[in-house]
């Protein structure tokens, strides 16, 4: 999986204020040295906690989430955060002495909108080095007594209560999928929600539509074909069976958009994330296809309004983007043809956390005739 050189963590559009605790010591001669070696010391703690202390980058490809940037990027994602922060605001009664459960707390920010919101206790869980300073986080901001932060994994922790009111999570991956933390969420829904408890998210439904990018996939994939004079076809096989995460121009769009799945997050069981889905993309004008994109949206229905938002191409961008999946064949589409097929998402056998795509699409135009499969891997 790539993404369009210049993008990554670009559409953040929001600042967040950040409180910070200093240690000081008092008494005694030595107060000026003895402060200085503290601050210092402290200081150097904090790093720690940011980085793990000897951690490498090697050791970020299992543990990326403990460093501060990807949260940073998540947090300014207003689309995501504020929906979050809106649902629980505006939705007390939902929370208003209940416990909840917030799987992947991260920094703890849904934790803390919880919190305020009412929330009797809130169980924060959060298996990277990211714990460690949500525990400081909490503290700083004066909810300890309300938030306790677990570090580990839900499927090896276990929790001071038996059972949960609400899960909160904000589980979702590129192409929705992407990373498998959903069956983490499915596992904490059947451990510890009492029966009627509430999930949130409890929709997600995932998109497909079609897009003219001539320009790009010429950049990106057919620039192999010749590299300064010499043949490299074999990196370029390689470069498309890797889906692209980036922003698409609503203007690229060539067909209407199809919904391949929706999820009861609430409901449906861990196998449900692997499926076959058909599809039948109609062009809204003549024009040319050169890929497939995908994006997904989320709703909250427990709330008095559901709330959710969208990922998609026309909508606001999410620090998620779109996925782009670029086609071998070059489709000539007359206004009212269609490009039909079948999309087939698995979870890969070797790496659950990884996603395997099939694609089988086929179109019988007056201008172009194709039919093909092809597979594509999210690494």
Known sequence: MVRR???KGDKGSSSLDAQVTRMS???GDNKTETSSVAELTQEESMVD???GSDQTSADYYFDSYSHFGIHEEMLKDTVRTKTYQNVIYQNSFLFKDKVVLDVGAGTGILSLFCAKGGAKHVYAV???????????IVKANGYSDVITVLKGKIEEIELPVQNVDIIISEWMGYFLLFENMLNTVLYARDKWLIPGGIVLPDKASLYLTAIE???YKAEKIDFWENVYGFDMTCIKKQAMLEPLVDTVDRNQIVTNCQSLKTMDISKMKPGDASFTASFKLVAERNDYIHALVAYFDVAFTNCHKVTGFSTGPKSRATHWKQTVLYLEDVITICEGEALVGSMTIAQNSKNPRDVDITLEYSISGKRCQAQRKQFYKMR
């Open 126 to 136: 959060e298996c990277s080095h990211m714990a460690d300073m949500a525990q400081e």
């Open 213 to 215: 990018d001539a320009d």
């Open 25 to 27: 010591f008092e008494d």
């Open 5 to 7: 050189k210049g993008n």
């Open 49 to 51: 906690v940011f980085t």
